[in-house]
């Protein structure tokens, strides 16, 4: 990692073999998000998660997102989930309030129900920021990043859970 390098290294090890993972994703700005998506599916692949273990479903946009990743939570089909959105900065207080609304309803997901909730939501200026963060094979994606952060806190939680 250089030294501009932000990115979180690789745990060693690590491995989402087995692991049944959730991916809520909004509709709003569909382009982006379907580019996130497709970093989901590269990240989680190369970390063994078998793509019938996938459970993908849409919500009309980044608000919704929290109601989604507790339905799946709640579902017990899943050990991890992965919030995908696209909330890019417009000429009105909308941006704020959907980006922070979003962002805490995950966070109040994961830690109501102990599921780890994986926050891939872009919350961009402009649509060029949206790409940048969403780019192809090679690129930064957020939601290659995203799949890292679920695989890496589902085992987490399975190595810490209480014995049965």
């Known amino acids: 990692m250089t030294a501009g390098d932000k ?6 090890g690590l491995d989402g073999t087995g692991l049944r993972i959730g991916v809520v994703r909004a509709r709003w700005n569909a382009p982006i998000v379907g580019r996130l998506a497709e970093g989901v599916g590269r990240g989680l692949a190369g970390l063994g998660v078998d793509p019938a273990d996938v459970v993908d479903i849409t919500v009309p946009g980044s608000f919704e997102l929290p109601m989604g990743a ?6 017990g ?3 991890a989930v992965i919030c995908l959105g696209s909330v890019i900065r417009g ?3 909308h941006y704020d309030l959907v980006a922070g609304e979003a962002a805490a309803g995950i966070q109040q ?7 780890p909730v994986a926050f891939g939501i872009l919350a961009t ?3 060029a920021q949206a790409l940048a963060r969403s780019e192809p094979a090679g690129g930064q994606n957020v939601g290659e990043d995203a799949a890292v952060v679920a695989v ?3 085992r987490l939680a399975q190595q810490l859970a209480p014995d049965p």
């Open 7 to 12: 990115r979180a290294s690789l745990p060693p």
């Open 70 to 75: 507790r339905i799946l939570a709640a579902s």
């Open 77 to 79: 089909r899943v050990d």
């Open 91 to 93: 000429e009105t207080s």
């Open 109 to 115: 997901v994961q830690l109501a129900s102990g599921v």
């Open 125 to 127: 200026e402009d649509e």
């Open 152 to 154: 890496e806190m589902a």
